[in-house]
């Protein structure tokens, strides 16, 4: 999330009462979460073990627990006990969330030959290009943007919160929200099923490349890009922070993990599941995914197991 | 779907600027994509690998983008550039999109003794027989028929677009909606789980044969035909175009592939894949289904392998 | 469920035209079906192989369709020809289905500082604790208690029905529902993701314990019940009478069967499917799910076929 101005790094550090090492005269342009930090952005990191990567990533400015860190030249750290407080503290400030007054928000925005149907949600900050259809009790949550000839079938839900928690397990409640300030962009020509979801970016944003069509009941968890044209079957999870290339064929109720990429024009055959990069152009099949034609080979070798073991074991 | 009237070929030729050639004379019943098409039905063809599909099919009616084709006797073709886009003209003429002026359409029929819960979505031509329960939140869209004693779960989407594209990848979008013009059909004393989402035909229907009970997030693609009594366990997908007969029992996340057919009193157990149509009566397993005894010895089998490696490797 | 005060046995039997034998004097403190049945509580068998099991079930009343067992001491049996329909009678005697009036229902209670947004359905009986978020197009249906601090984002559906059927295969209809009068427990701090279905207890609680964490489309079937500080990612299934401990962790599309345990702290890899119980603290994976390092091992062991393969053939 970018700031609506950038902001100097003396008032964020007063408002989450921060100790500043570093560079103290900066601005701050925004906050991202560690896979999504561009330059001139805030980050937090509560662990040890994250340290190092925080301090080196794209972030100029580091909201940390801890004093006994070397700072990178030019960069700022801002030191707290409780770095992911902190962040809750920002984002609060900067997009606290606001309860509806309406079905339809007064700053909702949609162009010439857009039809939204009875039941239809409309949050802050949406905007909605032309000639498209919100079929009947879709959802469109906050900061969500769609483009033009946009199909989004009965009970959609667009822009809920990432899946996302900051994990201690020696508290009461282990798994702590890390509140969401992100936003779903979805371009043009895009349709998306009956009872798709699609959740919004952490920090960043979620984006469905123009052309892409999503049967029913399709998953698209945050911070995850599809490319254009791409046609996804009914029931795909796709998770978290991952990036499908343009052109993708994910058949019936294929599962993809998060932060992996799927190369362009790949096909994944019904039921698989992707744990880990597929190169494009490929047809893929099982789990772990792999070369149709070899995984195919491989469930007539398992037929073959008897025939084999009566020679070996009967001489 | 069937015109309101037949229409003289004539008119429709006028309607779409297509050259007529074959039975100039005959009258039009409807329009139907080549999976579903009957006599007297108009289909659209623009590839050359299907024209004698379609020339030989029981379609009277054919829109097709060339002049260099034998017309079978008594038969009419219609040529245009783009097949395709008279097929929408066609559609949209008859079966124009009407955005929803109210959340239960004013030509909603429902029978005695039928409770509509709130914020339920009724389009038009919609109608509902007697002592169902329509729960919270539902979308029923337009053309969607519903007999006695149907309970349908809150969320549940019955009458979405089918997922049915004409695709050329030599344009910036590469699949463009084939525009669903038909219907579905639930029959008597079939209950529907929340969440579940029906697709509408693409241009005939999709069926829910009587006393068919569905859990939970059930997806059923456009134009399937779901026989009487079936039982589908939750987070089920079947796809288009597929027969389900009578009595069939699919467990958990099983997924189904299109245009296949499943035997009376088949069971599918959870998380089994159908690509291929399978005989009924019989007990299925895994990916690709198989007849499940044999398929769970497979696994038994699988845990032999290193027993045999053994006894191979180390003589 | 429990009546609201203790009713007379006789009562009962005169409500379902039953003959009583046993212990006529008794009073009746509720109604459960055979898995959560209670001391004082009424059950109903109409199977002979299941006669003895409810007879000697903790409950008191047993409403059956023979004279002809023995009565365990203290016990009373209700004769009835229908026993099934002598079940749906008490139920909608005292549980009748309402028709909602009203969007969100005259007596639901929410905390202070809780957040209902727009189109959300509230049936009756519903209680909503303190600083809850409530999200667009939520299904509350009856009888759901939630706790506070509960997030529920848009679309999902609490407090469906169970799928949960009398079947009898000799009769036009083959099933027929068992008419839900349980209910759903949300503990504090849960989270449940867009689309999340989550079904009432037939008689008795489905529970979701506190700091349990869902994502989008997860289903939980009747009568389940859910530890606390679980973490369950999209399009998990888990269906009813089954016993998830405290601080399981289910990845992406895993599947559950009914009424079996998985141990605390279990992992369950993506995609994997759980047929039958699961000891704590290990990590599972694959169909059915095993001990996951061994399972890995069988997928290399697989493609070891080959070589194997060519080693006995070849000599």
Redesign the interface.
């Known amino acids: 999330m970018k700031f609506p101005a950038p902001v100097s790094v003396q008032w964020i550090g007063d408002l989450i009462h921060a100790e500043i090492a570093g560079n103290t005269a900066a601005s701050v342009s925004g906050i991202n979460e560690i896979h999504k930090v561009e330059k001139g952005d805030l980050v937090f990191v509560d662990h040890p073990k994250y340290y190092e990567t925080c301090l080196n990533s794209e972030a100029d400015f580091i909201i940390i627990n801890t004093k006994d860190v070397s700072i990178p030249d030019g960069k700022t750290i801002l030191v707290v006990d409780e770095p992911f407080e902190a962040y809750l503290t920002i984002v609060n400030h900067f997009r606290p969330?606001v309860?509806?007054a309406?079905?339809i928000s007064s700053d909702a925005v949609a162009g010439e030959g857009t039809?939204i149907?009875?039941?239809v949600?409309i949050?802050p900050a949406v905007t909605i290009g032309k000639n498209c259809?919100i079929?009947?009790?879709?959802?469109l949550?906050g900061y969500t943007s769609i483009g033009d000839n946009v199909?989004i079938?009965?009970?959609?839900?667009i822009g809920?919160?990432a899946?996302y928690?900051n994990t201690k397990?020696n508290r009461?409640?282990?798994?702590k929200?890390m509140q969401s300030c992100g936003s779903v962009v979805i371009e043009n020509?895009v349709?998306i099923?009956?009872?798709c979801?699609i959740?919004r970016g952490v920090t960043a944003e979620t984006r469905i490349g123009?052309?892409t069509?999503m049967?029913?009941?399709v998953?698209i968890?945050h911070d995850t890009t599809v490319g254009k044209?791409c046609?996804f079957?009914?029931?795909v999870?796709i998770?978290g922070g991952t990036i499908i290339e343009d052109?993708v064929t994910l058949w019936?109720?294929v599962?993809v993990?998060k932060t992996l990429t799927i190369g362009a024009n790949a096909v994944v055959l019904?039921?698989s599941?992707v744990?880990s990069s597929l190169a494009g152009g490929k047809t893929y099949f099982g789990?772990?995914a792999e070369d149709a034609s070899l995984k195919r080979r491989?469930?007539v070798?398992?037929?073959?197991?008897?025939e084999?073991?009566k020679?070996?074991?009967e001489g």
């Not at 079929?135 to 959802?139: G, I, K, L, Q, T």
């Not at 079938?153 to 839900?157: D, L, N, P, T």
């Not at 070798?301 to 008897?306: G, L, V």
């Open positions: 969330f309860p509806a309406q079905t039809v149907m009875p039941n949600f949050g259809v079929h009947p009790n879709v959802s949550l199909v079938q009965a009970g959609a839900v809920s919160d899946f928690y397990k009461p409640v282990w798994y929200r020509d349709e099923g009956a009872g979801t959740d123009a052309g069509k049967d029913n009941m998953h968890g044209n046609l079957a009914a029931q999870g998770a052109g019936g109720q599962g993990s019904a039921q599941g744990p789990y772990p491989e469930l070798w398992i037929k073959r197991i008897p084999l073991w020679k070996v074991m």
